[in-house]
């Protein structure tokens, strides 16, 4: 069964869409740790980090670098975080966090945007993706 990243490459799901190329997909998280919480994935299904070849995960790095600059000039930060856990959506990707303190990085204190908030934050973010 497709992993809902899968669905939303495929746009059965929408998402707020940051990036793009052939490749790969970045999107803000919906259950974001702070304001600008992006998920950057590969378009291929594959589960795990480490199982993709070594030039897919070099050119996910690569897109996701270029997504944590565009997020930093968008969102006021000290720092974009990175993480990958990947347990809870079998489909590898990468979450970048625009970080003022550590407790946005621990996946427990979440922020609540309304839809406007989402729409804009994800036209500047696009706005800055070069």
Same mark, same amino acid.
């Not at 050119?59 to 720092?79: H, Q």
């Not at 809870?88 to 550590?102: G, K, R, S």
């Given at each position: 069964?497709?992993?809902?990243?899968?669905?939303?490459?495929?746009?059965? &799901? /929408?998402?707020?869409? %940051?990036?793009?190329?052939?490749?790969? +997909?970045?999107?803000?998280?919906?259950?974001?740790?702070?304001?600008?919480?992006?998920?950057?994935?590969?378009?291929?299904?594959?589960?795990?980090?480490?199982?993709?070849?070594?030039?897919?995960?070099?050119?996910?790095?690569?897109?996701?670098?270029?997504?944590?600059?565009?997020?930093?000039?968008? &969102? /006021?930060?000290?720092? %974009?975080?990175?993480?990958?856990?990947? +347990?809870?959506?079998?489909?590898?990707?990468?979450?970048?966090?625009?970080?003022?303190?550590?407790?946005?990085?621990?996946?427990?204190?979440?922020?609540?945007?309304?839809?406007?908030?989402?729409?804009?934050?994800?036209?500047?973010?696009?706005?800055?993706?070069?």
């Amino acid at each position: 069964m497709a992993s809902i990243f899968t669905k939303i490459i495929n746009g059965e &799901i /929408p998402a707020y869409k %940051v990036a793009e190329d052939e490749r790969f +997909l970045a999107f803000l998280d919906v259950n974001p740790n702070a304001k600008g919480h992006t998920l950057c994935i590969p378009k291929q299904e594959i589960d795990r980090i480490f199982d993709l070849d070594a030039d897919t995960y070099q050119a996910l790095m690569e897109f996701s670098r270029k997504v944590a600059i565009a997020l930093e000039k968008t &969102i /006021p930060c000290k720092r %974009v975080g990175m993480a990958v856990i990947g +347990l809870e959506v079998p489909h590898t990707h990468v979450h970048l966090i625009p970080l003022n303190n550590m407790d946005e990085m621990r996946f427990q204190n979440k922020v609540s945007l309304s839809k406007d908030e989402f729409e804009s934050i994800a036209a500047q973010i696009r706005s800055n993706f070069s």
